[in-house]
């Protein structure tokens, strides 16, 4: 009895392994093709999770000034690229942080898939809420009017975006200039957000972006391997202890 139970443990635990293995491929796949890009350029120094990183209360250690995205733009290979100034402001009242993004048009054509109530941008007061932070501040139509008290800001939402199931949701969206202006960073930007014309392009594109200085450059098939490595190595201890 006990060597049965133990086999049947053992097999149902290999195929919640497997089934959970091909079930994290796919969110990933989803995940990042979600992103819109395939390549960001951010200041060396500067981690990919810019986002968590705010979030815990860090500030972000390095920018790039904004001619950075001229000499991006002379890469033939390069489809789009959107720069953003991601910042945070922390409200130990309410004990949360929120989380503000500094974008241009090229954001919204590299994520088509946004669906917005409302409209873009209209001037450099206009803001556009992620779905749970409009649900956070009960913003339920465009036009109302949102107070930074901390920034002594004004902005107008113009749109409300619905959920897309990333950390999009949480974001507060404003023009590129007034984020910089808010934070005091002008003509400063915390990377580039990169579509390549062709995916086969991407060595290349990636090859030109690596001369540039002070830069480092991350693809999305790389980040994916690298949590697929760590599954993998989860796989590995799990499939031992199956065997054992």
Request: charged share 25%.
């Amino acid at each position: 009895l006990l060597t049965v139970l133990s086999i049947a443990v053992s097999v149902t635990v290999l195929f919640s392994l497997l089934s959970f293995t091909k079930g994290y491929e796919k969110g990933m796949t989803s995940e990042l093709g979600k992103m819109g890009y395939q390549i960001m350029l951010v200041p060396r120094g500067c981690p990919y999770e810019a986002a968590s990183l705010a979030l815990s209360g860090g500030k972000i250690p390095n920018y790039f000034d904004y001619s950075v995205l001229d000499e991006v733009k002379k890469i033939p290979e390069v489809e789009i690229a959107a720069p953003f100034f991601m910042s945070a402001i922390i409200r130990p009242d309410e004990d949360r942080t929120d989380i503000y993004l500094g974008m241009d048009e090229n954001m919204f054509q590299m994520k088509k898939y946004w669906k917005i109530k409302g409209s873009y941008f209209k001037d450099e007061n206009s803001m556009i809420m992620g779905g749970d932070a409009a649900y956070v501040e009960q913003t339920d139509e465009p036009g109302q009017k949102f107070y930074v008290k901390e920034k002594d800001r004004e902005f107008e939402v113009t749109g409300i975006m619905e959920r897309t199931g990333t950390k999009d949701d949480g974001f507060f969206f404003i023009p590129l200039k007034a984020a910089q202006e808010m934070f005091g960073q002008k003509d400063r930007v915390t990377g580039i957000a990169i579509r390549v014309k062709d995916p086969t392009l991407i060595p290349t594109v990636v090859e030109n972006l690596e001369k540039m200085p002070d830069s480092q450059v991350i693809t999305m098939s790389q980040l994916m391997g690298t949590m697929m490595n760590l599954v993998a190595q989860a796989k590995t201890l799990i499939l031992s202890i199956i065997i054992i």
